[in-house]
């Protein structure tokens, strides 16, 4: 029976039908999804981390504004896709557990640190690009609630993604001091934001099931080319290079990089990056330290049931 239902799932996606929390599913559908929104998740709260660091440090009040609005942005991002993931039937406080505990992953790239200001600018411009050639197949993935959150998702997406690059515009156009830096920036953070899309094609485990149930719509290595071609014009206009000195155009028009150091990405995975530690101490303190507002709100909740009753 389960075969049957199997095959009438599968027909239904291949209609391009949105699969909806109350619809059977198999259960490999259910846990992988549960798995990617859940990682998802984890990463924009994590990723609030790196450019938390720069808030109070930001160069003008302009920049400080934009800045704060951003980080606020990525947790309303990872409070829809808990909520997405929690339709599936795993509590919130069972997938920030995992977190937690060091057993749930999330990007690699949140493990890296933000030393100047142009981390700031190069995190927009490149991490918030890669995540947004990620995340618009997304927006069409099969299951309804997960697809649904990537549109707004993505439409703040695109505005981190100018607010970074017009950071890196405007040091590029300042002092030789400040070119360097943007220089630096981009030395440090372009093989990481690379691994972003995840492990080549032919060692990504779940690449081939979850594109038959059209949660990827692209593999990880299609994506990643796609975001190579669509930055190095980038990098001309701001006069940067980037540090793949053997990286060529071939005849497509496709820009060829060199190997990917996929050592370090399996190095970051295992929690070695350069600052998993820290990321995941500063996520335990912030949730110890707001166990009081969680304490007060199931409080006041439980006081309003009981008015309600009386
Ligand atoms: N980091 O078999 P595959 C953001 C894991 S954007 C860590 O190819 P899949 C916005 C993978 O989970 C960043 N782990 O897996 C922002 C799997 O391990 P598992 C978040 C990685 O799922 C910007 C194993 O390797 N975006 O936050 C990574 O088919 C700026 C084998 O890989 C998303 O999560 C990695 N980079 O494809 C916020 C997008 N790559 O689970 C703040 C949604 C792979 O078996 C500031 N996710 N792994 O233990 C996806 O599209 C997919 O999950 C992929 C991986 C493409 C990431």
């Given amino acids: 029976e389960d075969a049957a239902r199997a095959a009438e799932f599968q027909a239904r996606i291949d209609q391009d039908e ?7 599913m198999p259960a490999a559908y259910r846990k992988t999804l549960t798995r990617q929104i859940s990682q998802h998740a984890h990463s924009e709260i994590v990723g609030m ?36 993931a929690e339709t599936l039937g795993t509590s919130r406080e069972e997938l920030v557990d995992a977190m937690l505990a060091g057993k749930a992953k999330y990007s690699s790239i949140f493990n890296y640190p933000t030393l100047t200001w142009a981390d700031i600018g190069t995190i927009g411009w490149l991490v918030d690009g890669a995540a947004i050639m990620n995340q618009i197949p997304l927006c069409r993935c099969s299951y309804g609630p997960y697809a649904r959150a990537m549109i707004r998702v993505c439409k703040e997406e695109s505005f981190h993604q100018r607010q970074g690059f017009e950071i890196m515009v405007t040091l590029c156009r300042g002092t030789a001091e400040q070119k360097a830096m943007a220089q630096n920036a981009l030395d440090r953070w372009w093989w990481p934001v690379l691994m972003m899309f995840g492990p080549p094609d032919q060692a990504s485990q779940h690449g081939d099931t979850s594109t038959r149930w059209k949660i990827k719509r692209f593999s990880n290595d299609e994506l990643r080319q796609k975001f190579v071609d669509a930055t190095v014009p980038q990098a001309q206009f701001l006069g940067l290079t980037i540090p793949d000195p053997g990286m060529k155009q071939n005849e497509n028009g496709n820009w060829e990089y060199s190997p990917i150091d996929w050592e370090e990405f399996k190095q970051v995975l295992a929690g070695n990056g350069p600052c998993n530690r820290d990321r995941l101490a500063a996520r335990r303190k912030a949730h110890e330290e707001g166990a009081w507002v969680r304490e007060a709100a199931m409080a006041y909740a439980e006081k309003r049931k009981s008015r309600q009753l009386a």
């Avoid at 949105?18 to 059977?24: L, V």
């Fill in 18 to 24: 949105r699969i909806e929390p109350n619809d059977w």
């Fill in 49 to 84: 981390l790196p450019e938390g660091n720069w808030i109070t440090r930001a160069p003008s009040l302009r920049r400080k504004a934009a800045l704060l609005a951003k980080v606020q942005d990525e947790c309303g991002h990872g409070l829809y896709l808990y909520a997405a």
